[in-house]
């Protein structure tokens, strides 16, 4: 005796559940894929863009209780702001940090700011600058 098939003609009934629901998430999973790059270009955009003020340190010399930095920032000539130093020491631990104001017309500002530490400082680190 032979065994009666349990499976449909192929093409006869339209498509099979597990295919309906593997095309809608397909579908939702594109719409999830737009939206997410969609999220990442305008963080993108405001990152670059509305970003008034940059720097980064040139060189720094580290004594006992200061360390002088020599930073270089870049702003809009209308854009008034700080920059974020800090200095660790050899274990990683921080032994300073200070916020130094920039102001004025200037587009391009180079100036040695001293940031007084706890302890030796074996590092000079721009954290960030940020506009007012």
């Known amino acids: ?3 009666a098939s349990t499976q449909l003609p192929e ?4 498509r099979s ?3 309906r629901a593997d095309h809608k998430l397909k579908i939702v999973g594109g719409i999830l894929a737009v939206a997410l790059l969609a ?4 963080f993108a955009y405001h990152y670059v863009v509305q970003n008034k003020i940059s720097g980064e340190v ?3 010399k580290a004594s006992d209780d200061v360390v002088k930095v020599h930073l270089e920032v870049r702003k809009d000539a209308d854009a008034t702001g700080y920059c974020t130093v800090r200095s660790q020491a050899a274990d990683g631990s921080e032994v300073g940090r200070a916020d130094f104001r920039f102001t004025g017309h200037d587009t391009r500002i180079d100036k040695v ?3 007084r530490t706890t302890a030796l400082g074996t590092t000079a680190e721009l954290l960030g600058c940020h506009a007012d």
């Open 1 to 3: 005796m032979s065994t």
């Open 11 to 14: 093409g006869r009934y339209g």
């Open 17 to 19: 559940a597990d295919e």
């Open 39 to 42: 999220l990442f270009g305008y």
């Open 58 to 60: 040139i060189t720094f």
């Open 113 to 115: 700011v001293t940031l």
